[in-house]
Protein backbone atom coordinates (compact mmCIF):
# COMPACT_ATOMS: atom_id res chain seq x y z
CA UNK A 1 0.00 0.00 0.00
CA UNK A 2 2.83 2.39 0.37
CA UNK A 3 3.88 1.73 -2.67
CA UNK A 4 0.68 2.97 -4.61
CA UNK A 5 0.39 5.76 -2.13
CA UNK A 6 3.92 6.92 -3.15
CA UNK A 7 3.12 6.99 -7.00
CA UNK A 8 0.10 8.34 -6.36
CA UNK A 9 2.03 11.04 -4.28
CA UNK A 10 4.83 10.99 -7.17
CA UNK A 11 2.29 11.29 -10.01
CA UNK A 12 0.25 14.29 -8.28
CA UNK A 13 3.67 16.04 -8.12
CA UNK A 14 4.15 15.59 -11.68
CA UNK A 15 1.12 16.83 -12.72
CA UNK A 16 1.17 19.62 -10.64
CA UNK A 17 4.68 20.77 -11.49
CA UNK A 18 3.35 20.51 -15.16
CA UNK A 19 0.30 22.67 -14.68
CA UNK A 20 2.32 25.24 -13.08
CA UNK A 21 5.02 25.29 -16.28
CA UNK A 22 2.07 25.47 -18.49
CA UNK A 23 1.11 28.20 -16.30
CA UNK A 24 3.92 29.84 -16.80
CA UNK A 25 4.46 29.44 -20.76
CA UNK A 26 0.95 31.16 -20.75
CA UNK A 27 2.40 34.17 -18.57
CA UNK A 28 5.62 34.31 -20.37
CA UNK A 29 3.80 34.30 -23.89
CA UNK A 30 1.96 36.86 -22.62
CA UNK A 31 4.36 38.88 -21.62
CA UNK A 32 6.54 38.28 -24.91
CA UNK A 33 3.48 39.87 -26.94
CA UNK A 34 3.02 42.89 -24.70
CA UNK A 35 6.86 43.52 -25.00
CA UNK A 36 6.79 42.96 -28.52
CA UNK A 37 3.87 45.47 -29.20
CA UNK A 38 6.11 47.47 -26.86
CA UNK A 39 9.38 47.54 -29.11
CA UNK A 40 6.80 47.95 -32.43
CA UNK A 41 5.66 51.36 -30.74
CA UNK A 42 9.25 52.16 -29.49
CA UNK A 43 10.23 51.96 -32.83
CA UNK A 44 7.51 53.98 -34.68
CA UNK A 45 8.07 56.39 -32.24
CA UNK A 46 12.07 56.72 -32.74
CA UNK A 47 11.39 56.85 -36.45
CA UNK A 48 9.09 59.93 -36.46
CA UNK A 49 11.64 61.42 -33.75
CA UNK A 50 14.27 61.03 -36.30
CA UNK A 51 11.87 62.81 -38.99
CA UNK A 52 11.59 65.34 -36.86
CA UNK A 53 15.20 65.86 -35.95
CA UNK A 54 15.78 66.08 -39.57
CA UNK A 55 13.40 68.53 -39.65
CA UNK A 56 14.95 70.67 -36.83
CA UNK A 57 18.48 70.24 -38.10
CA UNK A 58 17.68 72.15 -41.38
CA UNK A 59 15.26 74.81 -39.60
CA UNK A 60 18.55 75.61 -37.81
CA UNK A 61 20.59 75.55 -40.66
CA UNK A 62 18.85 77.86 -42.19
CA UNK A 63 18.79 80.44 -39.66
CA UNK A 64 22.34 80.35 -39.32
CA UNK A 65 22.62 81.41 -42.95
CA UNK A 66 20.16 83.56 -42.37
CA UNK A 67 21.65 84.95 -39.56
CA UNK A 68 24.91 85.61 -41.02
CA UNK A 69 23.80 86.97 -43.79
CA UNK A 70 21.65 89.73 -41.18
CA UNK A 71 25.30 90.25 -39.61
CA UNK A 72 27.01 90.63 -42.74
CA UNK A 73 24.28 93.20 -43.81
CA UNK A 74 25.04 94.84 -40.22
CA UNK A 75 28.45 94.82 -40.83
CA UNK A 76 28.10 96.53 -44.29
CA UNK A 77 25.77 99.51 -43.01
CA UNK A 78 28.70 100.42 -40.35
CA UNK A 79 31.82 100.02 -42.45
CA UNK A 80 29.81 102.27 -45.21
CA UNK A 81 31.18 106.17 -44.94
CA UNK A 82 28.46 108.24 -43.89
CA UNK A 83 29.33 111.43 -46.44
CA UNK A 84 31.56 114.53 -45.35
CA UNK A 85 31.86 115.16 -41.84
CA UNK A 86 30.03 117.97 -40.15
CA UNK A 87 31.82 121.03 -40.13
CA UNK A 88 32.52 122.34 -36.64
CA UNK A 89 30.89 126.18 -36.17
CA UNK A 90 33.76 127.42 -33.47
CA UNK A 91 35.57 129.97 -34.44
CA UNK A 92 39.38 129.10 -34.41
CA UNK A 93 41.14 132.50 -32.82
CA UNK A 94 44.44 133.51 -34.44
Known amino acids: MARKNTWAKLA ?43 TMTAARDALTKENEALKAQMKARKTKPSGKKATSRTRHRK
Do not use: M, R
Open 12 to 54: VAVVLSLSLTACKDAKTLQENEQLKAHVAELQKENGQLGNELE
